[in-house]
């Protein structure tokens, strides 16, 4: 997400305290700058889930799917917070579990 605010840095004066400051930004934001906010919320899944499955004794994908699970619905917490389009309530949904899922896998997990 950090290298999205880069590329497209927030407008100056923003106050993201103010949920209609929040507001106005999602409605103007670039749809290239909300893929890098959705990519970076596959990687961190990924990243969970390769985490869990690596330092837990469990030989299952139990970790990786739950650490999935934690980071959907952390996501799902900040899609009512702040308004997102349609498409990210969808990615940010649909996507958290499977790539922990693959994560874990990645990790070495076999069952």
């Given amino acids: 997400e950090s290298v999205g605010h880069l590329i497209w840095p927030p407008p100056p004066g923003l106050d993201i ?22 990519l970076g919320w596959t990687l961190g899944a990924i990243a969970g889930g ?23 619905t952390l996501g799902i917490v900040t899609l ?4 997102h389009p349609v498409w990210m309530w969808i990615m940010g949904i649909v996507l958290p579990v499977p790539c922990a899922w693959w994560g874990g896998r990645w990790a070495g997990v076999k069952e």
């Fill in 17 to 38: 305290t103010n949920p209609d400051d929040l507001a106005r930004l999602m409605e103007s934001i670039p749809a290239g700058a909300l893929v890098f906010v959705v």
């Fill in 80 to 83: 009512f917070m702040i308004p």
């Fill in 50 to 72: 390769f985490t869990a499955g690596k330092i837990s004794e469990d030989p299952t994908y139990l970790p990786s799917i739950f650490a999935g699970g934690i980071l959907m």
